[in-house]
Nanobody, 124 residues
Framework: QVHLVESGGGSAQPGESLRLSCKIS????????TAWFRQVPGKEREAVAV???????TYRDSAKGRFTISQDKSNSTVLLQINSLKPEDSGMYYC??????????????????WGQGTQVIVSK
């Protein structure tokens, strides 16, 4: 069984930075896609960024430039750095993983394992 636990969310002001962390435990194998999704009330969950275990990354267009996804394999952790926070970055951020895959997708249906989420609130 694979478990994902997010941390690092909280309240921040516009312009500040946050770093979200996703700790992954269990037998994931070697070909893993890990994604960060964001969901706001009343809207679909949408992918912000994904990373393959080989290091390849993909970003949602709106996330390019301020969001950086990275992985620390020694700690089985995937990070999401968010700089220059904007109010529209607010939402519940979920980490998700798909195993034994060689191509990462941005759709929720592709991901089998999910964390419980970490809340990000950006306001003055």
């Amino acid at each position: 069984q694979v478990h994902l636990v997010e941390s690092g969310g909280g309240s921040a002001q516009p312009g500040e930075s946050l770093r979200l962390s996703c700790k992954i435990s269990g037998d994931t194998g070697t070909e893993v896609c890990t994604a960060w999704f964001r969901q706001v009330p009343g809207k679909e969950r949408e992918a912000v960024a994904v990373i393959h275990s080989d290091g390849e990354t993909t970003y949602r267009d709106s996330a390019k430039g301020r969001f950086t996804i990275s992985q620390d394999k020694s700690n089985s952790t995937v990070l999401l750095q968010i700089n220059s926070l904007k109010p529209e970055d607010s939402g519940m951020y979920y980490c998700a993983a798909d195993l034994e895959v060689w191509v990462c997708y941005m759709e929720t249906r592709e991901y089998k394992y999910w964390g419980q989420g970490t809340q990000v609130i950006v306001s003055k």
